[in-house]
């Protein structure tokens, strides 16, 4: 028998700490997605999208909501390859209408799920030769877009600090780059894994909310709660430091090997 396997986020995924960050907004926002890897963010433990019909259909559709008079923040979720394959031109019809949107573009340096091939984001050719690689944010300022910030994909704070901001724009659109390598390419770095101290662990589950594959329940349960402890595979671990960062009692420690 094969167990359950739920699709989910790699271990060191670049889109973690964006939906964890993300989740926290599901009141106040409506998102609309797009199709790629981060589409996973409509599953748990993230349950994020509330739209998802087609491949660059999330700027369009975000705007759409504004101009029939959402009234809650509208935030439109795309890749980097859908962006530029199907998001420039509703981005500049939503600037030309000042459509006050958040567009949220997930560069990941790579079409990941849908295909694995370059994009002119990653400055490769399709034959794999050097190319020109086209930033994001200038593109996105030179189609007229005020409010422009790039954040690293593994900072957590870095990342609830800019939505923060973002959600604060009142004349918009407002657009925000989350820049991370996908795991898969030669871009993205594995560093020593990390490891939960179980005598500090207070089985609050926070960790458990990034969705990541390498964090396990242990069999040693919190006395008081009986709720599991976290444990860390260390075969899957990346060291990307995004639970690390989450855990509410410094729990989750570098062990400086493993890489
Ligand atoms: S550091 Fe944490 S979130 Fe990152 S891969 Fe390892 S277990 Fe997963
Ligand atoms: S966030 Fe920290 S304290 Fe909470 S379950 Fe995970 S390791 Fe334990």
Redesign the pocket.
């Known amino acids: 028998t094969v167990p359950p396997r739920p699709p989910a986020l790699c271990?060191?995924c670049p889109h973690?700490a964006f939906f964890y960050n993300l989740r926290r907004w599901r009141r106040q926002a409506v998102f609309s997605g797009d199709i790629g890897c981060y589409s996973m963010g409509v599953l748990p433990p993230f349950e994020t999208m509330d739209m998802l019909i087609s491949m660059g259909a999330s700027i369009g559709m975000a705007h759409g909501l504004k101009q029939a008079g959402a009234q809650e923040k509208v935030i439109a979720i795309i890749g980097d390859s859908t962006f530029f394959h199907a998001g420039l031109s509703p981005l500049a019809s939503t600037v030309y209408n000042r459509g006050n949107i958040i567009v949220a573009v997930l560069d990941n340096r790579i079409t990941a799920m849908t295909g694995g091939q370059q994009h002119p984001g990653t400055g490769i050719t399709l034959q794999g030769e050097e190319g020109v690689r086209i930033e994001i944010a200038p593109v996105a300022r030179a189609l007229g877009v005020k409010h422009v910030w790039e954040v690293d994909a593994w900072d957590v704070k870095g990342i609830n600090q800019t939505l923060k901001e973002a959600m604060a724009v009142e004349e918009g659109p407002a657009v925000v780059v989350v820049k991370g390598a996908c795991v898969f390419t030669p871009y993205f770095r594995r560093r020593p894994?990390?490891a939960v101290d179980a005598g500090t662990c207070t089985a609050c589950g926070t960790c458990f909310r990034?969705g990541?594959p390498?964090?396990l329940k242990s069999e040693e349960v919190h006395p008081k709660t009986g709720k599991a402890k976290a444990t860390?595979d260390p075969l899957?671990?990346?060291?990307?430091?995004?639970?690390?960062q989450v855990c509410p009692v410094g729990a989750?420690y570098g062990t400086g090997g493993g890489e």
């Open positions: 271990p060191g973690r894994v990390v990034v990541c390498a964090i860390i899957l671990c990346t060291g990307c430091d995004v639970c690390l989750i």
